[in-house]
Nanobody
Framework: QVQLVESGGGSVQAGGSLRLSCVAS????????MGWYRQAPGKQRELVAT??????TTYADSVKGRSTISTDNAKTVTLQMNSLKPEDTAVYYC???????????WGPGTQVTVSS
């Protein structure tokens, strides 16, 4: 099992920045990829950014150039978001994916609200 805890959400004005962090614990040896998804009210959960164990990053087009995903160890993944827009408002979820077993683990989420 893997447990994830997010932090760093909050309310900012458009153009501002936030730094989200996710700390993982448990059977970390099985984790291949960590990342962030978000879900706005009335919308499906969507990918924001992912980072593989090999260092490969993936970004949604909507945040590319404004966000950076990184890790400083095997336990923490960080999402730096700049030039925030009202459409970035959502609950942001940390995800950790393992291959053996094939499973996704989710954090409880952290709210990000961007006002215009």
């Amino acid at each position: 099992q893997v447990q994830l805890v997010e932090s760093g959400g909050g309310s900012v004005q458009a153009g501002g920045s936030l730094r989200l962090s996710c700390v993982a614990s448990g059977m970390l040896f099985s984790i291949n990829t960590m990342g962030w998804y978000r879900q706005a009210p009335g919308k499906q959960r969507e990918l924001v950014a992912t980072l593989s164990k090999g260092g490969i990053t993936t970004y949604a087009d909507s945040v590319k150039g404004r966000s950076t995903i990184s890790t400083d160890n095997a336990k923490t993944v960080t999402l730096q978001m700049n030039s925030l827009k009202p459409e970035d408002t959502a609950v942001y979820y940390c995800i950790a994916s393992s291959l053996r077993p094939l499973q996704d683990y989710w954090g409880p989420g952290t709210q990000v609200t961007v006002s215009s």
